[in-house]
């Protein structure tokens, strides 16, 4: 990728660019995919086409949007505690509901739980998702 600071070539995993010392993401003042100069309201680089938002880069790969709806469609599975990383939590929810799914109460209680949090997921800005979900590693909520 390329520093959004300075456009030079960094390492994607170099947490910090060797010239100029600001986190490559950090700033948007080119772009990351071809180094070109950016605006820094721009989402989209009008060169390559890449997505400029926070999350291409930051988010770790990971998106609030597939997040929110995973845990809408599928929560009552914790199929967006797997997404996130949080297999701990995934296999409780994972596992409360495939035991008390004869009576529907379990995966009725989980699925609600992860409709609330996909909702949570959904309405967080990209920052804020990022600093409690991705970076912050909050569990539950
Ligand atoms: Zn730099
Ligand atoms: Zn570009």
Redesign the pocket.
Known sequence: MYCRNCGQPVDDKAIACPKCGVPPSMEKKF?S??G?PTEPNQIL?V??G?SLAKRSAGLGGKNKIVAGVLGILLGWLGIHKFYLGYTKQGLIMLLVSILTSWTWIGPGLIGTIGLIEGIMYLVKSDEDFYATYVQGKKKWF
Request: glycine residues 0%; positive net charge.
């Open positions: 772009c995919n071809c070109t680089c060169k390559c890449v």
